[in-house]
């Protein structure tokens, strides 16, 4: 796929929140080139516009935790979505409504409905289809610059997919626009639902409806302190996950479930 095809097919939606569009044939991460360019912008003392970074290949494609994601050449959607926030406060809420955001975006294309597995794992039909890594930096006293980045597998086959309990939209639907228009019809949906940017009554509602857990479900999850099980008990009002045990209720504010 060339670069000048790609543009033409590119959904620019009016409601997008994106200035500039930086496309690459490859690039090492689309979250480091957007740290890089968001940096440069603060360092000369203007803060950086609204800009979405899009490769067709990442060689060093980054999950959370340090993790590599998987990004061959034209099989998925790399991006990375630099994005000014007048107020910190704003930065809690904002993994919440991204992640509802591209669900939606995926459900209305796919013949199945796009869940969240929390923290930030968009699944279908129980297995996993994408994942978003949400970074930031200081603007100034009150704003700060989030990087939104994300990664849809698109088009690999059984065979081309990292992991057994991964899946691609080809595999979940034979009718999904072209890789380019989804981009952009993904940064639509995402634009729609920052609209409640800063209401966490909202955010939180909102990703509940779209989890894919259910009451007492068993969770075992990987914290940067250790391991913690139990039940699960729902969602905080802050989007923190609740898990009962026999030692009682825990809260876990970042892990990894399994």
């Known amino acids: 796929m060339v670069l000048g095809r790609y543009l033409e097919d590119f959904w620019r939606p009016d409601r997008s ?7 690459l044939a490859t690039v090492d991460s689309t979250n480091l080139l957007a740290r890089q360019l968001a940096t440069g912008c603060l360092e000369s003392g203007d803060p950086p516009p609204a800009t979405l970074v899009v490769a067709l290949e990442q060689t060093q494609g980054r999950g959370r935790w340090g993790r590599h994601w998987s990004s061959p050449q034209a099989k998925g959607i790399y991006a990375s979505w630099i994005l000014p926030l007048p107020s910190r406060e704003q930065l809690v809420t904002l993994p919440l409504l991204v992640a509802v955001g591209l669900a939606d975006g995926l459900t209305a294309v796919l013949d199945d409905d796009c869940r969240l597995k929390w923290p930030n794992d968009l699944i279908v039909g129980g297995r996993k289809i994408g994942g978003i890594l949400i970074e930031s930096l200081p ?3 009150e704003g700060v610059v989030a990087i939104i980045g994300f990664g849809i597998n698109y088009s690999q086959t059984r065979d081309e997919l ?13 009718g999904a626009p072209v890789l380019p228009e989804l981009t952009g019809r993904l940064i639509d949906a995402v634009a729609a639902e920052l609209r409640h940017l800063g209401d966490m009554e909202v955010a939180v509602d909102r990703y509940r409806r779209r989890s894919v857990h259910h009451h007492g479900d068993h969770i075992r999850c990987q914290t940067p302190t250790g391991v913690v099980e139990g039940t699960f008990a729902g969602f905080d009002e802050r989007g923190f996950l609740r898990l009962q045990s026999e030692g009682g209720d825990q809260l876990v504010v970042a892990g990894d479930l399994s």
């Open 17 to 23: 929140r994106v200035d500039n569009l930086v496309l």
């Open 162 to 174: 990292p992991v057994v309990a991964a899946t691609s939209i080809g595999l979940e639907t034979a």
């Open 139 to 141: 603007m100034d006293e």
